[in-house]
């Protein structure tokens, strides 16, 4: 396997990596020589098994650093940030940031039985899957943490442009996310960074199964897909390992489809 990042003191940053797309993208760039340093929120009862998949990623010879904290809190982001800006010197920089955030609301805008969708639920949702990505950005390039061709992705869905029952708030967040992602790459560029969105294809992680429906969600994927399967975590995993490469460092501003096909029909 190549290991082109080995000994380049390069790290990986990654919000929400302890499961998911996340996870497998902090186990797919260790693999190849990135550091990683994974920012999360888990619950006791799970942190054994989140332990454990830390300890094989550290197990490919690389360094892992964890936060299990609230990455949306301004105050946890300046934690981590001032602590990186000691432990990763003497030359370490983050080549590239990645956004795997999932906190949101998944309400009904009407309905009678249960809590409907309120202004409030809109405002944390696009707070936690939107605009924390500028806010961990816009913050790790003030301490000068990223590397001089530095990545920064986040992960969006075909929810961005369509309708879902109880998916408002997340359609609204996503939307929000792939906006501000443009915005980046054109006013960041100047800094060395490139900035993309991965809109993956329907993938069966705990967030999914969250979604009110998701198994029909899950049978039109399959069906829509011209592989007839869904998305793997890994699928994404490793097209974010491409788009480190040095060889993509004139994608810039996208947002790119993984997932063999599905938005075809």
Known sequence: MVNEFKDKQYWALILGGSRGLGLATAQKLAQHG?????????????LSGVEQAFQRIESEGVAVK?????????????????????????G????????SLAKGNLKPMVADDQPEL?????????EAMALSLYD??????????FAPDARIISFTSEGSAKAWRNYAAVSAAKAALEAISRSMALELAPFGIRTNCIMAGVTDTASLRMIPDADTLINLSQQRNPFARLT???????????????????????VIPVNGGEHLQ
């Open 136 to 145: 961990w950005a816009k913050d790790l390039l003030a301490a000068s943490l």
């Open 118 to 126: 309120q202004h409030d639920d809109f405002q944390l949702t696009i």
């Open 232 to 254: 793997t975590p890994t699928d994404v995993a490793n097209v974010v390992y491409l788009l480190c490469k040095d060889e993509a460092a004139w994608i810039n501003g996208t």
């Open 92 to 99: 370490g920089k983050i080549r590239i940031l990645v956004h």
């Open 34 to 46: 990135l550091n990683i340093c994974v920012v999360h929120r888990t619950r006791k009862a799970d």
């Open 66 to 90: 964890q936060y299990n904290l609230d990455a949306t809190s301004p105050e946890k982001r300046q934690y981590v940030i001032n602590t990186l800006q000691t432990e990763l010197q003497p």
